[in-house]
């Protein structure tokens, strides 16, 4: 963890609070050009200007990105490709649990839009980039031990059923594990790396805000940002030939990502309709 990575460059969504955050930071005292994607453009420049005053790197920039809007991720991504910057590191860590049902402009249910269509996205519009710093590049997305109490499934808008917000999450987050097998496989020749992990139960704002009675009953017991983020530095930092591309990972190991008995194997068959969906909605 020691390792230096100056003149890498690793974009890092969601990046102003939690998990992002001490991803943003740990890059960034690693000495990586980091890109900070954030929706709020203050709380953006505060977390910044705390990322360069922690690490004495200079190199630290707020790109504003609302990251449930198809419109603005086609923006960013295209003000940020005439930067012409490879891009090593991507790391999909943007994420939220609305518990109710909430429809955004473009007519999406919310959670999907941030942690399936933004994190499919964003992805795929930044693989030009991730390709010019191929073989070294690779795409980190943050899932959640959620995904394993839950199958794949098509309905990735949950339109069948009464809403929960915490099921959608899991449902979510199934989907970025599957989708990161999808991608290790669709892009094998690109000199691309594809993983997913599970941080463990962090004390974030994210959390805190998602899940206020869970987050009370397991203060001071759950993990920091920085222990949450402690594997996605990893997966930045380590030898590509040490790793598995399209592997879920979990305290710098590789991890299962079906629990026994859980009947959820099989639902990853349904991959290549979900990526179809996304294509089109993007």
Not at 53 to 66: F, R, Y
Request: aromatic residues 8%; charged residues 20%.
């Amino acid at each position: 963890m020691e390792i230096r990575i100056e003149g890498k460059n690793c974009v890092v969504t969601g990046a102003n609070s939690g998990i992002g955050f001490a991803t943003a930071e740990a890059l960034a005292s690693c000495g990586a050009t980091v890109y900070m994607v954030c929706r709020n453009k203050e709380k953006g420049e505060t977390a910044l200007s705390k990322i360069q005053s922690s690490t004495g790197n200079p190199n630290v920039h707020l790109e504003v990105c609302d990251l449930s809007s198809i419109s603005e991720i086609k923006s960013f991504a295209s003000r940020f490709s005439s930067k012409d910057v490879p891009v090593h590191v991507l790391v999909n860590n943007a994420g939220l649990m609305e518990q109710k049902r909430v429809t955004t402009s473009e007519g999406f249910e919310l959670n999907f839009a941030v942690n399936v269509l933004g994190t499919y996205a964003t992805t795929e519009l930044m693989l030009p980039l991730l390709e010019i710093a191929s073989p070294d590049a690779r795409v980190i997305t943050v899932s959640s031990g959620g995904m394993y109490t839950t199958p794949l499934t098509s309905d990735l808008q949950f339109s069948d059923g009464k809403f929960s917000g915490a099921e959608q999450y899991a449902r979510n987050k199934r989907v970025q594990v599957a989708l990161t097998e999808k991608w290790a496989e669709m892009y094998k020749n690109k000199g691309i790396g594809f993983y997913s992990m599970h941080p463990g139960w962090a004390e974030t704002p994210g959390v805190a805000k998602s899940l206020p009675d869970f987050n009370k009953w397991l203060s001071g017991k759950l993990r920091t940002s920085e222990e949450g983020a402690d594997t996605v530095i990893w997966l930045a930092l380590q030898p590509k030939e040490k790793l598995v591309s399209g592997g879920f990972y979990f305290d710098r190991a590789e991890a299962p990502k079906h629990l026994k008995f859980a009947a959820t194997r099989q639902s990853h068959a349904i991959i290549d309709s979900i990526v179809d969906t996304l294509r089109s909605l993007v």
